[in-house]
């Protein structure tokens, strides 16, 4: 079955626009991560292309209505990421970084001497990790903070496109959460470059063509696999994997879920959003949770909703 006349305009016209876009903003920008992270996003879109063609897979027009859609949104958190965002949190975190009386960025100076970048910088990795880990999780289980990650999870779809769909609402929650860094005493350079290195890592895990890696790999780190779980809407893949580069808080945390072969992951919303338009993905959740909110039988569980995990219900006991 062929494309409908939308679905052609959005694959031949508006996509290539919107990918061009995204490729002349994120290399143009002074941040090497947002480089690396287009650069790659069009690589493994190369890849996923190449795979297709091999195969003789059919893609239906939804695919580009998608992939627009996240372009689209990639697009706009990278705007406001940039022109607020980023200045704000820098700001905020060398403040917190001046005040904080632990001060072991200076200790670790003093104890390593000239091996004290790539041990800051070690320390502050694994400390962004878990922290990722913990943003992440939390992301899941408050609806107030779902209502900007299930920007992310609204996809229907599982490729290299679905990495970009982030909402700088998301974003910003995460960049709360890397400040415990500067609380601890390091530069707020250290805490954004540890983040940025654990965003570029989820790049590859969003794509559905690699196999399993090696078992010591996929014991230790987040992988497609892992990621396909997360991304899925069956009750037995809900809330699991939430790991950034490491999937070891996972199995800690008793929140980690291996795919079963026998039911393979579907992606997007227990709920699915309906429609492709980028600014509705991007308040969704937020209009759910306001008629959550009206709907509620008392002002007290009315005030409860934002902080209580997504579609709560109160006791009727």
Not at 27 to 34: E, F, G, I, K, P
Not at 207 to 235: C, D, I, K, L
């Amino acid at each position: 079955m062929g494309m409908d006349k939308s679905g052609k305009v959005i694959t031949y016209i508006i996509l290539p626009i919107v990918v061009t876009v995204f490729i002349l903003v994120t290399v143009t920008r002074d941040q090497l991560s947002a480089v690396i992270f287009g650069v790659g996003v069009v690589l493994l879109l190369v890849i996923e292309a190449i795979r297709l063609v091999v195969a003789k897979a059919k893609v239906n027009s939804t695919t580009f209505r998608d992939a627009t859609a996240s372009f689209s949104i990639g697009l706009l958190t990278g705007f406001v990421n940039q022109l607020i965002l980023l200045p704000v949190m820098f700001v905020f975190m060398a403040f917190v970084a001046s005040v904080t009386p632990l001060q072991l960025g200076d200790r670790i100076d003093n104890l390593f001497g000239s091996w004290a970048i790539p041990v800051s910088l070690a320390i502050c990795l694994v400390l962004a990790d878990f922290l990722y880990y913990l943003a992440h999780r939390s992301a899941h289980r408050v609806e107030v903070l779902w209502g900007s990650h299930s920007v992310h999870h609204s996809s229907e779809h599982f490729n290299p496109t679905t990495a970009t769909r982030i909402s700088f609402l998301d974003q910003a929650w995460d960049l709360v959460l890397m400040s415990v860094i500067c609380l601890l005493g390091f530069n707020p350079l250290y805490a954004l470059g540890a983040y940025a290195i654990v965003l570029l890592y989820q790049l590859p895990p969003h794509q559905t063509w690699s196999r399993q890696m090696p078992g010591w790999f996929e014991f230790v780190f987040n992988t497609p696999v892992h990621h396909r779980a997360h991304h899925a809407y069956q009750r037995m893949y809900i809330d699991k994997n939430f790991g950034g580069i490491s999937i070891i808080w996972d199995r800690l945390f008793g929140s980690f879920a291996e795919v079963d072969e026998s039911t393979p992951p579907e992606f997007g919303l227990t709920v699915p959003v309906g429609t492709y338009n980028p600014f509705k993905l991007m308040v969704v959740e937020f209009g759910h949770m306001g008629r959550s909110m009206k709907d509620m039988p008392t002002v007290g569980d009315s005030l409860q909703v934002p902080f209580r995990p997504p579609y709560w219900q109160p006791s009727t006991d």
